[in-house]
């Protein structure tokens, strides 16, 4: 009788909190949301400002390795606005930036006779690594956008740059992974070595 009193309770309990339901035993009341996700709220903006800063340092890196210093010098000093306090529009206009260079440096990449000297080529390599690390970055964050949409949604102003970079980020490493590979087709045409891990972070 006191187990059928004690169950009746727990569904009455649940009845009248139905958020009770996600809560289980074990994990100190959290939610499975909660649980599952991989970057919190207060993480979403750092982990996203380090690794574009990396994707930016290794794209500016390769510009000055093809000849294109300038550019190089331009896209970095546009990257600096980018902080983790920035509007949506300055992150908008750094990525952009970013994505206006990459199409030349491709395109350059992709020109008939280029060449780099021997001595170049280990940071090419650390270039394009740096690039493959920086896509898995954002294809971690991307694993939770469901979840950090609703709770940059809720984080009012405050929330209003994250929830842009949550709906961008698909474009983001879209672009990212053109340039990868425009990097990579480079690397092998030049026996420019780089991690296995490299073809993970081209793949669909």
């Known amino acids: 009788m006191q187990n059928k009193f004690?169950?009746?309770?727990?569904v009455a309990a649940l009845a009248a909190n139905p958020g009770l339901v996600q809560a289980q035993v074990g994990n100190g009341g959290a939610t499975y949301s909660e649980v599952n996700n991989k970057t919190s709220l207060a993480d979403f903006m750092p982990k996203f400002i380090s690794a574009s800063r990396i994707a930016i340092a290794a794209q500016a890196s390769m510009d000055t390795t093809v000849g294109m210093a300038d550019q190089a010098n331009a896209l970095t000093a546009q990257a600096s606005e980018m902080k983790l306090d920035s509007a949506p529009g300055?992150?908008?206009k750094v990525m952009d930036a970013r994505a206006a260079d990459a199409l030349a440096l491709n395109?350059?990449?992709a020109s008939a006779g280029l060449t780099i000297d021997a001595a170049k080529k280990p940071q090419f390599t650390?270039?394009?690594e740096d690039?493959?690390?920086s896509i898995k970055q954002f294809e971690?964050?991307?694993s939770d956008l469901p979840y950090m949409k609703t709770q940059l949604r809720g984080a009012g102003a405050k929330g209003r740059t994250g929830l842009f970079v949550a709906k961008s980020l698909?474009?983001?490493s879209k672009e990212m992974k053109a340039q990868l590979a425009a990097a990579v087709a480079f690397a092998r045409a030049n026996a420019i070595p780089f991690a296995p891990e490299v073809n993970a972070a081209l793949a669909p």
């Not at 004690?6 to 727990?10: E, G, N, Q, R, T």
Request: one cysteine or more; glycine letters at 4%.
């Open 6 to 10: 004690l169950a009746l309770c727990a």
């Open 90 to 92: 300055i992150v908008e």
């Open 107 to 109: 395109a350059k990449l």
């Open 126 to 128: 650390a270039d394009i």
């Open 131 to 133: 690039l493959a690390r």
């Open 140 to 142: 971690e964050l991307s």
């Open 170 to 172: 698909p474009g983001y």
